[in-house]
């Protein structure tokens, strides 16, 4: 059985108490992995050499094109073990084979614009500040230091590299934690760094328990920022831990988006939109469009042709080709996810298709709409990750703007519509990161992805992403060099 090492400081090690844990493939039960399971003293040991790293200037002071070089050799290390990376991340998160495929691709894409990125000058001259004509103004982007950089288990590699990929561009040295769920792909991707040029102790990758050694990175006073995504409740907790050093945090978190179906969209497309919108990778997807709101006229048709699109979802072995809908991650999230088809139930919400699981054994749940949703009721409010998509209807634009703007969170959302026009205006009104017009989950590398209200401080992506991981320094330079002719300040007093 293939075992997976610390990565610390260019080194393949055993935990210092030499303890695993299992990598489990949800869908089978099987047991294919196994992966030493990091202490807060190897966590310390990590953040020990990245600091050293970081100090030495062995990244920060690469010059960027070398940097950027670097960079591109994990991008053909990708692409290069591209299958064995699908197949290995299906196993470990239930994603079917089809969405692990493109989850590969995309990782190798996003890194591919990071490395780019890494040989982009970000400095700027500031015109027009202080003394015109007699100063130089510079705005440098310099990297903000070590980074504790934090994941979640729904899209281990591209998370893995959309916190990566900008850190190292802007010159950090980083910790990745994966999360226990799913680190098999973030620990192939530490081989892969390994036979890269990248300088030892730059990348270092440590597995285990987000309240030990996630922990360990947030109250670490070396380490300068966190980079994380997961739950709200957890981005919550390490704010608060983060105080300590005061250090720079990006969280991305949960959300409960709004996807709304105008009366002039194309029926048959938006409830293409609405499936791949809620039911991406079995619901499990923090953008996800888990509110659809339907214009009332168009109700009773689209809702008819999206009972009979959903029905027909096929629920089975991720490693099938043909497969839709795969299993959920682990025995917790069956769990809850079920208990909230229950509390749907019990709210008075209908379900129009699914509502149970196929087997249970293998983590299975049927793709699942409840009907008669209010935005009231738990279902709509709560964040559920799992295929459950709960129909709202509403009656004019002013309307669903505004139930689509009553929820905690802003992170993602979409609009369907025939009139540009008229879903932009619904676009700008509402209170969230991301809005797809006709269209769904597309990421842009070049593009600020983040949430508004409590889905998250920050930006991932595009060169918002990338600042998240630099401080801006202001050097002032004076070209008066005669002390005669300084005048250090003057007094306007006013009349
Ligand atoms: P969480 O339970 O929040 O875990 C995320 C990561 O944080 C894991 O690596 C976890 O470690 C670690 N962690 C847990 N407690 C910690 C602590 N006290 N200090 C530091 N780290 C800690 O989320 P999840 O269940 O893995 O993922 C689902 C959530 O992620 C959903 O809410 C979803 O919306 C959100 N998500 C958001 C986005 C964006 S971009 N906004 C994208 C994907 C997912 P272990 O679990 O390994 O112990």
């Known amino acids: 059985m293939e075992k997976y090492l610390l990565y610390i400081n260019g080194e393949f090690k055993e935990s210092s108490d030499k303890t695993t844990f299992d990598a489990v493939n949800p869908y089978s039960g099987e047991v294919f992995a196994q992966i030493s399971k990091a202490t807060a003293e190897d966590a310390k040991d990590a953040v020990r050499s990245a600091r050293k790293a970081f100090d030495s200037g062995i990244w920060s002071e690469l010059p960027r094109s070398e940097r950027s070089r670097i960079m591109k050799q994990i991008v053909d290390k990708i692409n290069e073990n591209a299958k064995q990376l699908a197949k290995l991340e299906a196993m470990d998160s239930g994603s079917t084979i089809r969405k692990a495929g493109e989850d590969v ?19 700027e001259n500031i015109e027009g500040l202080s003394r015109p004509g007699v100063s130089k103004n510079i705005l440098r982007r310099e990297p903000v230091g070590v980074a504790g950089l934090i994941i979640p288990w729904n899209f281990p590699l591209k998370m893995a590299v959309w916190k990566l990929g900008p850190a190292l561009a802007a010159g950090c040295t980083v910790i990745l934690k994966p999360a226990q769920e799913t680190s098999v792909t973030a620990n192939e991707l530490a081989r892969l760094i390994d036979m890269t040029d990248m300088p030892k102790g730059v990348v270092n990758i440590i597995s285990g328990s987000g309240s030990i050694i996630g922990n360990e990175l ?15 409740e957890v981005g919550k907790t390490i704010m608060i831990n983060a105080a300590g050093n005061l250090k720079k945090i990006t969280l991305e978190c949960g959300g409960k988006s709004a996807n709304i179906v105008l009366d002039d969209a194309d029926i048959d497309m938006s409830v293409d939109g609405a499936v791949y919108a809620a039911f991406y990778h079995q619901g499990q997807c923090c953008e996800g469009g888990t509110r659809l709101l339907v214009h009332e006229k168009i109700y009773d048709e689209f809702i008819a042709k999206l009972k009979s699109k959903v029905s027909k979802m096929k629920t089975g072995d991720p490693m099938d080709k043909t497969s839709d809908n795969g299993p959920v991650i682990n025995r917790k999230q069956f769990d809850l996810v079920m208990n909230y088809i229950k509390a749907g139930k019990e709210e008075g919400a209908e379900v129009l298709t699914g509502g149970k699981s196929p087997d249970e054994s293998r983590l299975l749940i049927e793709p699942t709409v409840f009907v008669n949703v209010n935005n009231k009721m738990k279902i709509a409010r709560e964040e559920i990750f799992g295929p459950i998509l709960a129909v709202i209807k509403f009656k004019d634009d002013e309307e669903a703007v505004r139930i689509a703007n009553d929820s905690i969170y802003g992170l993602g959302g979409g609009v369907w519509s025939r009139d540009d026009a008229r879903a932009l205006k619904i676009a700008s009104a509402m209170r969230t990161g991301t809005v797809w017009i006709n269209d769904y989950h597309l990421m842009n590398d070049r593009a600020p992805f983040g949430g508004y209200k409590q889905s998250g401080i920050g930006r991932e992506f595009g060169i918002d992403g ?9 050097i002032h330079i004076d070209e008066i060099k005669d002390l005669n002719k300084k005048t250090w300040y003057k007094t306007v007093v006013p009349d």
Do not use: Q
């Open 218 to 232: 947030v109250n670490n006073a070396d380490v300068d920022k966190i980079g994380f995504t997961g739950s709200t």
């Open 105 to 123: 691709y995309l990782s190798a894409r996003s890194m591919n614009y990071f490395a780019k990125m890494a040989d982009v000058d970000l400095d």
């Open 466 to 474: 990338i600042k998240e991981y630099t401080e801006a320094k202001h």
